[in-house]
């Protein structure tokens, strides 16, 4: 460990904490109005978390104000999930 000031740390190269592009289904989610909805099928799905997680990070915070809420249940076959926006 090495004590730096304002120079050095502006010199470094650092890792970006950007992110990347969101999963398609946000883009879909974005043109729904309330009552509407998608049925996404797990094969679509190429993330670790569930995507009820997923919609919920998002929309938690990336957006500020944001007044959109949804509602993501697994169908019960296990082929996917309904996601409906509620408000």
Not at 29 to 37: A, D, K, N, Q, S
Not at 59 to 69: L, P
Request: net charge positive; with cysteine.
């Amino acid at each position: 460990m090495e004590k730096i000031n304002q120079t050095i740390f502006d010199s470094l190269q650092l890792y970006s904490r950007t992110k990347g592009p969101a999963h398609p289904v946000i883009g879909v989610l974005e043109g729904c109005e309330v009552g509407e909805g998608v049925i996404l099928k797990a094969s679509e799905w190429d993330r670790k978390s569930k995507p009820d997680s997923y919609i919920g990070a998002h929309y938690r915070n990336d957006r500020e104000g944001q007044t959109k809420k949804f509602t993501t249940r697994k169908l019960a076959d296990g082929s996917g999930w309904a996601i409906l926006r509620i408000q």
